[in-house]
């Protein structure tokens, strides 16, 4: 499966983004799919994930109450919404996917492009 993240850019603190995951090339609804992110420096650390099926997720305690991962199996689109975003936010974000099954937080073996967003004090 492929993916292009997009809808990253330019936010001030405590506003909000709407990232998106399109896939194509294999059967979405198959695949749980996560977000990762990387900022200058640092490794790539989980942010979130949500099974196949959508029925589950699973949130790094960092932006639990924040962020928000939804998938639609239609139209082969995982979303991340973001609000309350934080300076510490700044980051390229990664989409991810694996076929479905084991843990949400690892594993991941199809990656995005990558999107950057960045969050101005």
């Known amino acids: 499966v492929q993916l292009q993240a997009s809808g990253g850019g330019l936010v001030q603190a405590g506003g909000s983004l709407r990232l998106s995951c399109a896939a194509s090339?294999?059967?979405?609804?198959?695949?749980?799919m996560g977000w990762f992110r990387q900022a200058p420096g640092k490794e790539r650390e989980f942010v979130v994930a949500i099974n196949w099926s959508g029925g589950s997720q699973f949130y790094a305690g960092y932006v639990k109450g924040r962020f928000t991962i939804s998938r639609d199996n239609v139209k082969n689109t995982v979303y991340l919404q973001m609000n309350n975003l934080k300076p510490e936010d700044t980051a390229v974000y990664y989409c991810?996917?694996?076929?479905?099954?084991?843990?949400?937080?690892?594993?991941?073996?199809?990656w995005g492009q990558g999107t950057q967003v960045t969050v101005s004090s």
């Open positions: 991810a996917g694996k076929y479905r099954g084991g843990s949400l937080s690892d594993e991941y073996d199809h």
């Open positions: 090339g294999g059967t979405f609804g198959r695949y749980d």
